[in-house]
């Protein structure tokens, strides 16, 4: 009976540790994530930047009637 219960009592414990390790997993692929964008905004940051002074441009010129043109 004894032997059982610690069979039980170390089953428990076994989970608790894989939740641990799940969290771990999760926090490696947040990070490989967000390490991915870093690295799509510095290789595109010159294409990037010049969109948004286009958009820029286009918003300040909007009431002037000159109209933008669409990339």
């Given at each position: 009976?004894l032997e059982?219960?610690r069979?039980?009592l170390d089953a428990?414990f076994?989970a608790?540790?894989e ?12 990070a490989?994530?967000a390490a991915?964008i870093v ?7 010159g294409t990037?930047?010049g969109?948004f ?18 990339p």
């Amino acid at each position: 009976m004894l032997e059982f219960l610690r069979i039980m009592l170390d089953a428990r414990f076994a989970a608790r540790d894989e939740r641990g390790a799940s969290a771990v997993e999760y926090g490696l692929l947040i990070a490989g994530i967000a390490a991915l964008i870093v690295a799509v905004v510095f290789a595109f940051n010159g294409t990037i930047t010049g969109l948004f002074d286009k958009t820029e441009n286009c918003i300040a010129t909007s009431g002037t009637g000159t109209g933008c043109s669409r990339p």
